[in-house]
Nanobody
């Protein structure tokens, strides 16, 4: 298992920046992948960015070139640097971790942090 604690959300004007943090309760190298999802009101939760334990990254097309996922293994923390924020980025952002046990993948979620971008 793993506990995930997010921080860094808030209110920002369009064009601004925020950095989200997700602290894991275990070594991030023991986690198959970690990522960020978001869910806007009335919409499904969607992948924003993810990073595997090997360092490969994946981004939603809507955030490519604006958002960057990174990690600090010494702090067991994954970050999401968000630049050029737009009102459509407004959502609750959730940290996700995928742990593999045997042939099963287990998903764990943080509590979510609100990001609001004003126009």
């Amino acid at each position: 298992q793993v506990q995930l604690v997010e921080s860094g959300g808030g209110l920002v004007q369009a064009g601004g920046s925020l950095r989200l943090s997700c602290a894991a309760s275990r070594s991030i190298f023991s986690i198959r992948a970690m990522g960020w999802y978001r869910q806007a009101p009335g919409k499904q939760r969607e992948l924003v960015a993810a990073m595997t334990s090997g360092g490969s990254t994946n981004y939603a097309d809507s955030v490519k070139g604006r958002f960057t996922i990174s990690r600090d293994s010494a702090k067991n923390t994954v970050y999401l640097q968000m630049n050029g924020l737009q009102p459509e980025d407004t959502a609750v952002y959730y940290c996700n971790a995928v742990i593999v046990r045997g042939e099963m993948n287990y998903n764990y979620w943080g509590q979510g942090t609100q990001v609001t971008v004003s126009s």
